[in-house]
């Protein structure tokens, strides 16, 4: 091997051999230089006023001076361009089932490779990855890996899809965008956890490589947004609106419930019709449990009595897949037939149980296909979470 090259190392807990196995897979030899692009370029900004650059990556719209950063605080300005500072950089990597990101309609039981990187282009003060997405320290971004590394890593351990998450992968999307492209190559799927908070240009080049994404719905009012995110309604609805309508992209949707501030049934049910009318009534949505965090350390959790409520009244409404999450509960986590009302998939939190669909997703009992998009036979990764470490 030579002297000059890094040797990378991928390890992991095979999931196919026993759990406690630990396996060390040589993927392939690299030049550093590979893997560090501390300043990557962009196209997604122009010169303004003063010298400055606006980035037109987000509805923020940063007006930038000279080594400025954006409020993501990972693209800024070099040399009278926008850059992206964490391209080929990791706050971390993880094996998790697919069900976490969460995505219960799109290839049910299998693992997906997740990670994120650092900043975030919203600021909400309840957010429950802030270590990662607020931070300002690069070192956060202690992991590396190259987009073809990636698509190698997924290979090795058998995930069918990776994941864009833990903070919004619209601000490292150069990144994303590359990784997905290798990964398709290996015919592994892509997979964003998103806000939506972007503007219409580089929404059509980011979703364009991805197979599913699950979009954060934060809330439903402005005011909402504005006071405990730090942006817009509407750019979020633009976004499901687009992909729903205008890709072959899986769409998910969460909403995380916070006591006292986006729980009210008006709010709920006026969310519930504009899904229903605007969108259609198969797009699955999950009501998860808000825990103290961040900046809401004095909130009360979610009780399962409220997000119980927030189902029932988006299943009145009309939605055909409403489930409940970040708690324990069978009967509200499980997939019906949406004509025959049988059960299809029982989950007990990420374990999956009965599997009652055909080998081409429809309902074994009337026939009627399931939305979403399925393999033949569901995945046996279960609950467990495996991370990853490149060396």
């Not at 026993?18 to 550093?32: C, H, W």
């Not at 950063?69 to 300005?77: A, D, E, F, H």
């Not at 729980?263 to 969310?271: C, F, P, R, S, T």
């Amino acid at each position: 091997m030579p002297a000059t090259a890094d040797c990378l190392i991928l390890i992991y807990t095979d999931p196919i051999k026993d759990s406690n196995t630990l396996s060390i897979v040589l993927s392939r030899t690299l030049s550093p230089m590979t893997i560090l692009k501390p300043q990557h370029p962009t196209h997604y900004w122009h010169p303004v006023e003063e010298g400055r650059v606006q980035c037109d990556v987000c509805p923020h719209q940063c007006k930038l001076k000279e080594r400025q950063r954006g409020l993501c605080y990972v693209r800024g300005n070099e040399a009278g361009e926008v850059v992206l500072y964490s391209y080929g950089h990791s706050s971390g990597f993880c094996i998790d089932p697919i069900e976490k990101k969460p995505l219960n309609h799109f290839l049910p039981g299998t693992p997906v490779l997740s990670f994120g990187t650092a900043g975030c282009n919203l600021s909400c003060k309840f957010c429950q990855n802030w270590d990662m997405s607020k931070s300002r320290q690069m070192d956060t971004l202690a992991s590396q890996a190259t987009p073809e590394t990636l698509a190698n890593a997924c290979v090795k351990t058998h995930c069918r899809s990776i994941a864009y998450t833990y903070n919004d992968p619209i601000i490292f999307m150069e990144y994303a965008i590359d990784v997905a492209k290798a990964c398709s190559e290996q015919n592994i799927k892509s997979v964003a956890v998103s806000a939506g908070f972007v503007m219409p240009a580089p929404r059509i080049e980011f979703f364009q490589h991805m197979d599913a994404a699950n979009i954060d719905l934060k809330g439903f009012s402005e005011k909402f947004y504005r006071k405990f995110c730090g942006g817009h309604l509407q750019n979020v609805l633009d976004t499901l609106t687009y992909l729903v309508h205008e890709t072959n992209c899986w769409v998910e949707i969460t909403n995380l419930i916070i006591p006292g501030e986006n729980d009210n049934q008006a709010e709920l049910q006026a969310m519930s019709e504009w899904i229903r009318d605007n969108l259609n009534a198969y797009v699955p949505i999950h009501f998860t449990a808000f825990h103290p965090d961040y900046k809401m350390l004095q909130h009360p959790r979610t009780p399962l009595e409220t997000l119980e409520r927030a189902r029932r009244i988006a299943l009145d409404c009309g939605l055909k897949h409403v489930y409940t999450g970040n708690v324990a509960a069978i009967d509200s986590g499980s997939t019906y037939c949406s004509h025959c009302k049988q059960l299809l998939i029982a989950r007990d939190q990420y374990q999956l149980g009965r599997w009652n669909l055909d080998a081409h997703g429809r309902c074994n009992d009337c026939q009627t296909p399931l939305a979403g998009k399925f393999e033949a036979e569901p995945g046996h990764w279960g609950a467990r979470r495996q991370p990853l470490r490149f060396t």
